[in-house]
């Protein structure tokens, strides 16, 4: 119990503390006029309060991320309850932060966009395609499994589900955005946020009457594969400690934030407020289980995750957790996959300077993404989908060196960024030449190939940031 508290009350301190030293790092004030409220146009841009967006925001960065990941991520022991509190405070939050407060402070600018204004126009033609396959990959994938466990719920046709959730994705991807998310977004955040909160009442209460272990600290690697922690650890939890998906998604809030004050609360608060659900689930699923070879086994025995979710809700929260559990696995991936297909045709738009105010204008760019997703449905996606992973964190630490030049130009504290960026390289790199799907190669190879690579990324940042030119409006940002 003792881990499991400590970790919590480091991430809600890190909220607090690190959080407001983010926070100071640039200069936010209530007298400049927001996106929402300058651009107002009743479609994207739209004002919200502060509440509403941070629960969107954290519904559209979380959907089954931390709990998923947090499951897979439990196998290696309680060693992933170091990345998650850690990751989630110097990595995610400052991610998460700047995505959004950079597109803010750029008229809501897509992710593509902003790394093009700070990392050159090659790079964000590099972007624009990058993140728009990433998006229609998330969102397929959340179109199909969601489907898939419906059937199973209800015997209906796998093809009925898929034409229902595409006809709400594309709805949910034209309208504006106050009409369908904004009303259902805050709902479901705050019912994720239940769940979490009853599984670790009643894991402490498990812990206290000997029903249930709680693991303690062990930096062993515990997987019953040996999966080296180093760099799959740091791939597995992903949405829990820090996910490029979650550079895509901060725009949209970004648009409808009424304050600039509230960044930090929506875009910190958001990714800290997962990793204590990451934590938990990850807690929990130690201390249900076990060991990890029982994980192992439970993942097989139920079907993978979703099962695992189905079991731990029922058994810790009875027939509530059964509902809930149904949220968990149907509901919050289909709230993903919808904010994926927005954040694409929000890319597009940005892209080819497209105006989105027509209800037209938006079905022109939606439904071809939609054409593009009906067929992937019907082809075997499991092989693309394996490099999601990777493709996610590399994301990632391209908006965080992107991130890094955004604040050196602006006379700020770019070692906030850099740290991260030059980790999460070292990440992408060994496990693209480490992972089954990648190179194959054995693990001090690719591990020291990672690492330096990124020593040489530092090194050519540190040598030619005296050449980036420091912006002149130096309003936006603390000297």
């Known amino acids: 119990m003792i881990t499991f508290i400590s970790c919590l009350a480091i991430l809600i301190a890190g909220y607090f503390i690190y959080g407001s030293v983010v926070e100071r790092s640039v200069r936010l004030s209530d007298s400049t006029s927001t996106p929402a409220i300058r651009l107002e146009d009743g479609v994207d841009y739209v004002p919200m309060p502060w509440y509403k967006v941070f629960l969107i925001q954290f519904l559209n960065i979380a959907g089954t991320g931390p709990i998923f990941g947090a499951i897979m991520g439990a196998m290696f022991g309680p060693v992933a309850f170091l990345w998650i509190t850690f990751g989630t405070i110097f990595a995610g939050g400052v991610h998460d932060f ?20 700070y990392l050159g126009k090659n790079m964000k033609n590099v972007m624009r395609v990058f993140s728009v396959i990433l998006l229609v990959l998330v969102g397929t994938v959340f179109v199909t499994s969601p489907a898939g466990l419906l059937k ?6 796998q093809t009925i589900w898929v034409v229902i ?20 977004y805050p709902i479901f955040g705050a019912a994720l946020l239940f769940m979490a909160i009853g599984l670790a009442g009643a894991m402490i209460i498990g812990d206290i009457n000997g029903t249930m272990v709680m693991p303690e600290m062990t930096l062993q690697n515990l997987h019953p594969e040996g999966l080296p ?17 979650h550079a895509t998604q901060s725009p949209m809030m970004a648009r409808c934030i009424h304050r600039e004050s509230e960044s930090k609360k929506v875009f910190y608060g958001a990714m800290v407020v997962e990793g204590i659900v990451a934590l938990i689930w990850c807690a929990v699923t130690i201390a249900f289980f076990g060991d990890s070879a029982s994980i192992q086994s439970a993942l097989t025995e139920y079907g993978g995750q979703s099962g695992v979710v189905g079991l731990l809700s029922k058994e810790l ?14 509901a919050c991936p289909i709230t993903s996959g919808d904010t994926a297909f927005r954040s694409a045709r929000l890319t597009i738009a940005d892209a080819f300077n497209i105006k989105q105010e027509g209800l037209l204008s938006r079905f022109k760019l939606a439904i071809p993404l939609f054409v593009v997703c009906i067929f992937l449905t019907t082809i ?3 092989i693309i989908w394996r490099y999601f992973a990777w493709s996610n964190q590399t994301l990632a630490a391209i908006f965080l060196w992107a991130a890094t030049v955004y604040l050196v130009k602006n006379k700020a504290n770019y070692w906030m960024t850099l740290i991260p960026a030059t980790f ?11 992972a089954p799907e990648g190179f194959r190669l054995n693990a001090m190879l690719s591990n020291g190939v990672g690492a330096v690579v990124a020593v040489v990324l530092f090194v050519f940042f540190m040598v030619s940031k005296k050449n980036i030119k420091v912006n002149d409006e130096c309003d936006k940002i603390a000297q």
């Open 98 to 117: 700047f995505s959004g407060v950079i597109s803010m402070k750029h008229d809501g600018s897509s992710v593509s966009e902003i790394v093009g204004m």
């Open 152 to 157: 199973s719920m209800t015997g209906i046709d």
């Open 165 to 184: 959730i595409i006809i709400y994705y594309l709805a949910a991807t034209v309208l504006p955005v106050d009409k369908v998310i904004g009303k259902i």
């Open 229 to 245: 922690i180093f760099p799959f650890l740091f791939t597995t939890v992903a949405c829990g400690a820090i996910s490029g998906f």
């Open 317 to 330: 929260l009875g027939s509530i957790g059964s509902i809930l559990a149904i949220l968990g696995v149907v």
């Open 380 to 382: 075997d996606f499991n």
């Open 424 to 434: 999460m390289s070292a990440v992408c790199v060994a496990y693209l030449l480490q």
